[in-house]
């Protein structure tokens, strides 16, 4: 220990931690200009050319090269696959290669291994040409104000600093290659186990498998660094980088976890095929020595080509398993809507009684979701969250891919020898699925005012506040005894519904009148009344969804003869005009529930 301390002075220290925290700081800033040069076209390569796996591959490996982190590509499809405009077999063939583009920075650091008395070759040196670099930089960025050329500075200035650290870094561990401990250490992680986690955990905590990889580099100085100490350190450092991805997945949608899993699987799997191969071409090769290269000393170059090679192996072996990769992930995080889709059976339309009652749960999956993105809508105006907004999507997709299907399933059962009844149920299934959709589709309405309202940092008054609260209590109800009358086909429940329908009409011109007269006195702007109409637009429709689901129950359970089944609109127009004392009870009780506390106000 003596010794060490004699050989690794505090400075060589205190030299590792700035080069690691320049490295760190330089890809950061070369990222960001890369960024801001793409101006979003990046993204837009992504979105266009994801179609065909191979070309997929290949746009993710260049993305990942230029932006120099597969966690941004990974979290960029992240972003595509929960906006719907990417499906999640999409990503596989970009993720596959952003693990390949990833390994563009280690083999730009490999001129660190250039030696030559030429001058020019000379120059491409880290040390020489990392200070140049970051000179034309800083001048770009510091005495440009703006454009191109600004940004290209910041993205010389992130590429010097980058090479600059990497000499720093080669030169402040450079004294530990003649300590025995240090030497010992590196031994221990020949075992392949602990060379993994300890690959893995490094990268983990730098969040950048680049980082950890530039800083692997840099330890070659020492001459410690043999192919099988590097070798499971290397197939570490890739599960490593999946930390970044995971971390961001958590608490956000089940696509965005699906897509985190998927890098995941992606690099353990490649991981325990090549440990697989690569110890046993050496447990077989013992006799003749093992393999040759097994304990050859390796160099910047050297991890360069191997993590290079790993990646565009992982890649070959694991392509053609793509539709495999995505179905372990669907395992793994599986969705409800799975559920809702074996329903729908097609070995029950034979049977059409039992093919009518899966359609049924079906289209209450439907129900269910359409209520949870009210739910999910009308809380963002209270308090935005992205994450709920992406989750709002998915629902939302789900809840058009459920329509697409259940409409196939009962066009198709049509064609088979229906009763007059089961005809009925058919009409009735086509009509609530199709309510239900118009509900989701209204939530989404209410979701993108509550972003516009958190973009431009718009907010109502407490009143106008207060008024939208009962108006969103009122419909929210209104679509809990929707959602049970028809899963429970109760008609006592649906004939609540009508009554709380007419409450929120009233509710609805009443707080459009107050907010006009708001605007007029000018305690409202245009841009707060315009969303606020808006508001109530969708918040009535959603209701006057719920009105014609819960119609479909009363039309159902009705004895025969009975208006509602002959002249629905005459039902409606006799509810509304004191023919029933229980409808006008139900009506005055759910008036004086939300018109008072705004009454109060």
């Given at each position: 220990m003596k010794y060490w301390r004699q050989t690794v002075s505090i400075y060589d220290v205190i030299s590792l931690l700035g080069a690691i925290a320049t490295f760190l700081f330089g890809m950061n800033?070369?990222?960001?200009?890369?960024?801001?040069?793409?101006?979003?076209r990046l993204e837009s390569i992504l979105e266009r050319l994801t179609n065909n796996l191979f070309m997929s591959v290949l746009i993710g490996a260049l993305v990942t090269g230029l932006v120099h982190s597969s966690a941004a590509t990974t979290i960029m499809c992240v972003g595509f696959v929960n906006s719907g405009i990417m499906k999640l077999e999409q990503t596989v063939g970009i993720i596959m290669g952003a693990n390949i583009g990833t390994t563009i920075?280690?083999?730009?650091?490999?001129?660190?291994?250039?030696?030559s008395d030429n001058l020019l070759l000379s120059m491409m040196r880290p040390e020489y040409f990392g200070p140049i670099m970051a000179v034309v930089g800083i001048v770009l960025y510091m005495f440009i104000k703006s454009g191109k050329k600004r940004i290209v500075g910041q993205l010389l200035l992130g590429l010097g600093l980058l090479f600059i650290s990497m000499h720093t870094m080669t030169a402040a561990v450079a004294p530990l290659q003649d300590v025995p401990e240090f030497r010992n250490l590196f031994v221990a992680f020949s075992n392949p186990l602990l060379g993994i986690m300890v690959g893995a955990l490094v990268t983990a905590l730098l969040q950048s498998s680049t980082a950890s990889v530039g800083i692997l580099q840099a330890l070659t100085s020492t001459g410690v660094i043999t192919f099988n100490i590097a070798f499971p350190i290397i197939m570490g450092q890739n599960i490593g980088t999946c930390i970044t991805t995971l971390i961001s997945s958590i608490g956000a949608?089940?696509?965005?976890?699906?897509?985190?899993?998927?890098?995941?699987?992606?690099?353990?799997?490649?991981?325990?095929?090549?440990?697989?191969?690569?110890?046993?071409?050496?447990?077989?090769?013992t006799p003749a020595g093992g393999l040759p290269f097994w304990s050859a000393t390796m160099n910047m170059g050297d991890i360069a080509s191997f993590h290079t090679f790993f990646n565009i192996g992982c890649t070959l072996l694991l392509l053609p398993f793509h539709k495999q990769l995505v179905r372990l992930v669907e395992r793994t995080v599986p969705g409800d809507e799975n559920r809702a889709f074996t329903m729908l059976d097609e070995r029950f339309l034979a049977t059409p009684a039992v093919a009518l009652e899966r359609a049924h749960d079906a289209v209450v999956h439907m129900g269910t979701l359409a209520r949870d993105n009210y739910r999910?809508?009308?809380s963002l105006l209270s308090q935005y969250d992205a994450k709920k907004v992406e989750l709002l999507r998915e629902n939302e997709d789900t809840l058009d891919k459920l329509e697409g299907a259940l409409d196939n399933y009962l066009v198709r059962l049509s064609d088979h020898s229906?009763?007059?009844?089961?005809?009925?149920?058919?009409?009735?299934?086509?009509?609530?699925?199709?309510?239900?959709?118009?509900?989701?589709d209204y939530s989404v309405n209410i979701s993108e005012s509550a972003t516009v309202l958190h973009d431009r940092g718009i907010s109502f008054t407490e009143t106008?506040?207060?008024?939208?609260?009962?108006?969103?209590?009122?419909?929210?109800?209104?679509?809990?005894?929707?959602?049970?009358?028809?899963?429970?086909?109760s008609r006592e429940l649906a004939f609540q519904v009508e009554p709380l329908e007419e409450v929120v009409d009233l509710l609805r011109d009443e707080l459009k009148?107050?907010?006009?007269?708001?605007?007029?006195?000018?305690?409202?702007?245009?841009?707060?009344?315009?969303?606020?109409l808006e508001l109530l637009i969708n918040l009535e429709r959603v209701s006057?969804?719920?009105?014609?689901?819960?119609?479909?129950?009363?039309?159902?359970?009705?004895?025969?003869?009975?208006?509602?089944?002959?002249?629905?609109?005459?039902?409606?127009?006799?509810?509304?005009?004191?023919?029933?004392q229980s409808f006008d009870e139900l009506f005055t009780a759910y008036r004086n529930k939300y018109m008072s506390p705004i009454d109060a106000a």
């Open positions: 800033t070369m990222t960001s200009g890369l960024e801001k040069l793409s101006s979003g920075t280690a083999q730009i650091l490999r001129l660190g291994d250039i030696s949608s089940r696509n965005a976890r699906r897509t985190a899993m998927l890098h995941l699987y992606f690099n353990v799997i490649g991981t325990l095929v090549f440990l697989a191969a690569i110890y046993g071409a050496q447990l077989a090769m999910i809508s009308v229906l009763s007059a009844q089961e005809s009925t149920q058919v009409s009735e299934l086509l009509h609530t699925l199709s309510d239900f959709e118009r509900m989701g106008a506040q207060r008024e939208l609260s009962a108006l969103t209590d009122a419909v929210g109800e209104a679509l809990d005894k929707t959602l049970d009358c028809y899963t429970n086909r009148n107050r907010h006009i007269e708001r605007f007029k006195t000018g305690a409202c702007t245009i841009e707060q009344g315009t969303q606020f006057d969804h719920c009105s014609n689901v819960a119609l479909q129950i009363l039309r159902r359970t009705a004895p025969k003869n009975d208006l509602v089944l002959t002249d629905t609109h005459a039902y409606l127009h006799q509810l509304h005009h004191g023919s029933s």
